[in-house]
């Protein structure tokens, strides 16, 4: 259970991140965010995805615009704004920082166990 716990808690502690990338690419609508989000492994259901996205929104990271569909009523695309990339990019940083600290503390780890 412990493990389960921090895998989930590892993930929700991407998901911003990820989701700020995906949409730095360019004008993207939300079902096409999850697409991303699975094919990354990284799954993620709308009810997890709207809650993000209007808290990204409201803190001036993402705006979006409504786009008429050829199937169905129009359509919410986000993109991100240039408070948002300051952010992200920070996060890249942020991102390797973490990604030395991780495979730093694990070099030698298997030679220790034999």
Request: hydrophobic letters at 30%; a neutral charge.
């Amino acid at each position: 259970m412990i493990a389960e716990n921090t895998q989930t808690q590892m993930r929700k502690g991407i998901l911003e991140y990820c989701i700020l990338s995906i949409i730095s690419k360019g004008e993207i609508y939300a079902s096409d965010i999850i697409s991303e989000l699975k094919r990354a492994q990284l799954l993620v259901v709308e009810g997890t995805l709207y809650p993000l996205l209007t808290r990204l929104k409201n803190n001036g990271l993402l705006s979006y615009n409504w786009q008429e569909s050829t199937s169905g009523p129009p359509r919410k695309y986000y993109q991100i704004t240039p408070e948002g990339q300051e952010v992200l990019e920070r996060l890249d940083n942020t991102w390797k920082e973490l990604v030395y600290a991780v495979e730093t503390s694990l070099q030698g780890r298997n030679e220790s166990k034999n």
